[in-house]
């Protein structure tokens, strides 16, 4: 697991103003945004002191606070975290593949966009109103490969991809509201598996919420269990 930790960590950077507390890596890309946290890289336990300065740093930019952890490091860092007065906010399941050999093809017609701005679009609608920003974040961070399915010639459903150190991170997976129940998403996790093995990764990622439609996707897309992420924020 030090590999997918050292792998967001670094990847994490894309999204903005970055600086380093120990073994976290803080993250502010803009007020309001979910991609202002901190990821531990997995390299050793971090000290109730790293937290403190990660605090400061979020707190000057004016954002909240939030430390993921994979769960295989938490009981090295739980005593700093109670320490300095965070508490577990929530929980990601994080599914792994291996891409020992060429993914099958898609059951659906997905193809790379090259239009950010439109990506993004299409991504907020997929997953309801307030999600704008944060879409569009994700389409113009650097490294971040786009791609979008069609149903009968139409935008359907979008998903994105970074690769880092042979670890593509899938993320950004959404599906237009007549459009689910299609195979969407399926078609989406076949297209970025083929597009990492081509692309030299070794190990997919990707984190989704337990118990739900897209929980079930990965598994049958051949990922397997590998940890949690939790997510960590002050009391």
Known sequence: MRRVAAAEAAAFQRYGTGRQFGPLWGVVAAPGLPLNA?????SRPFATADLRAYLAFAQAWGVEAWVHVLSAFAPGVLPALQ???FALHHVLHLYTHDLEARPAAPPLEVVPS?????WAALSARGF???NEAVMRAVAQAPGTHLFTAQVDGRPAGTAALSLTDG????????TLAEFRERGVQAALLAARLRAA???GATLATV?????????????????????ARLSFTPR
């Not at 090259?114 to 439109?118: N, W």
């Not at 670890?167 to 959404?174: L, P, Q």
């Not at 919420?209 to 990922?223: D, K, L, Q, Y």
Request: cysteine-free; hydrophobic content about 35%.
């Open 197 to 199: 093995h081509e692309g």
């Open 114 to 118: 090259a239009d950010p701005a439109g």
């Open 167 to 174: 670890v593509a991170a899938f993320h950004g997976t959404s």
């Open 207 to 227: 984190f989704v919420t337990p118990g739900t439609g897209s929980e079930r996707n990965v598994i049958r897309a051949g990922f397997r269990l590998s940890g």
């Open 38 to 42: 901190a990821w531990h890289d997995g």
């Open 83 to 85: 320490e300095a007065d």
């Open 128 to 130: 309801g109103s307030g």
